[in-house]
């Protein structure tokens, strides 16, 4: 991968691509820069656990994100499949409740058995989508209070279940890890960085501000796929997570 500052290791560009031809073009642009790749439901409906290996081939730690959310027993099975593809890290859905995300883990606990060659991946939760705003918590979702609290209760859930951390907004970090501890991972996508549209986020912090809050990783995707030169756009990215 070359040599990079370890900050660019904080950094989960979103290849949120409808066929793996246009992720690879993204990929051979941002060549030598050792961030994370995540792979979302879009992209891995059409490349599948070979695009997966693909990218463990070059090189890259990925992080597949299917939100699963199912009865436990699915889960498992689920989390021992993409255990078994080598990812880094996978995510479910913290409104499953405990013992589904539990299940998570002993589906990927079974994956390492059977391949000992593997290494155990990161699981986190999702919270709350970065799209969901205070109206939609209410009155759509049927969440009472306010959406850190409800954040900050899936969090709680999570580390119960056993998981590493979560999916949440850069707002909810400082919360997330005073009630849960400073070494439970934060993930936080809707990163927006200074003068770039926040579209269809509710949420959001530039990568500097989420630094600063305390996140693990940011998750960043169109500001980068989308930028004229997406290169010149990472690496931009990742000097002002540096000044933090």
Not at 139 to 152: L, Q
Not at 209 to 237: C, F, H, L, M, N
């Amino acid at each position: 991968m070359g040599t990079f500052n370890q900050t660019a290791g904080r950094l989960m560009v979103a290849l949120d691509y409808p066929a793996v031809d246009e992720a690879r073009k993204l990929i051979s642009l941002l060549e030598g820069i050792p961030c994370y790749m995540k792979v979302g439901m879009q992209l891995y409906y059409a490349g599948g656990p070979d695009f997966v290996r693909e990218l463990k081939s070059l090189g890259y730690s990925v992080f597949l994100d299917l939100k699963m959310h199912d009865i436990p027993n699915t889960v498992k099975g689920g989390a021992k499949s993409i255990t078994q593809l080598g990812v880094d890290m996978f995510n479910v859905h913290a409104a499953g409740g405990v013992k589904m995300m539990s299940a998570a883990r002993e589906g990927a606990k079974e994956a390492l058995e059977i391949n000992s060659s593997l290494t155990m991946p990161l699981i986190i939760a999702v919270t709350q989508l970065t799209s969901t705003n205070q109206g939609m918590l209410n009155g759509e979702i049927g969440i009472p209070g306010t959406v850190e609290e409800a954040v900050v209760s899936y969090a709680e859930l999570s580390k119960k279940a056993g998981l590493d951390g979560v999916v949440a907004s850069p707002l909810e970090v400082s919360a997330i890890k005073e009630r849960c501890g400073l070494d439970f991972l934060t993930v936080t996508p809707g990163i927006r960085p200074r003068g770039s549209e926040v579209g269809d986020q509710s949420r959001t912090l530039t990568p500097g501000e989420a630094i600063q809050q305390g996140t693990d990783y940011i998750v960043v995707g169109r500001p980068i796929t989308a930028a004229p030169s997406p290169r010149e756009a990472a690496e931009q990215i990742i000097e002002e997570m540096k000044l933090k």
